[in-house]
């Protein structure tokens, strides 16, 4: 791939029909021509933005990490002037990195003791026990 080729924003609006069809996101300069047909989008959406930075509209639209990966496959180039914020991506090319997943464990700690359950239990039984007996021993009176 192209991934050092410069183009300034001319040149790619040279590059907006359907048959060729460019147009830039985040600083890429993508060749999207055999996309068209593929983007679940549609291609009109695409099209409306050939030949310009669809930066703006490609964030707008909340694409899926999948579809910003898809993105690099059809980089040709980075825009003129682009100051790209990733220090592994000062050509505009983002390397895949392995995706490390954050995981997070909430340990329960009430700070009660284990036997806490236990009196939480019995407690109630104990005085719903009295209560009957309580009863009990005043009608046998
Ligand atoms: C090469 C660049 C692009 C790629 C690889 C791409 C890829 C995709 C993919 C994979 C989806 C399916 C949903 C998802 O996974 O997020 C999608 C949906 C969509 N894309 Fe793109 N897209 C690109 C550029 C654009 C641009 C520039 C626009 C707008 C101007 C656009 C508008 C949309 C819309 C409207 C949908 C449908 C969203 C929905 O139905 O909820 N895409 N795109």
Known sequence: MADKRVFTLSQVAQHKSKKDCWFVINGKVLDATSFLVEHPGGEEVLLESAGKDASKEFEAIGHSKAAQALVLKYQVGVLQGFKFQQEDS????IKETKGKE???FVIKDDGLPKYAAFIEFFVPLLVAGFFFAYRYLLRAE
């Open 102 to 104: 954050m995981t997070a």
């Open 90 to 93: 000062k050509d505009g090319v």
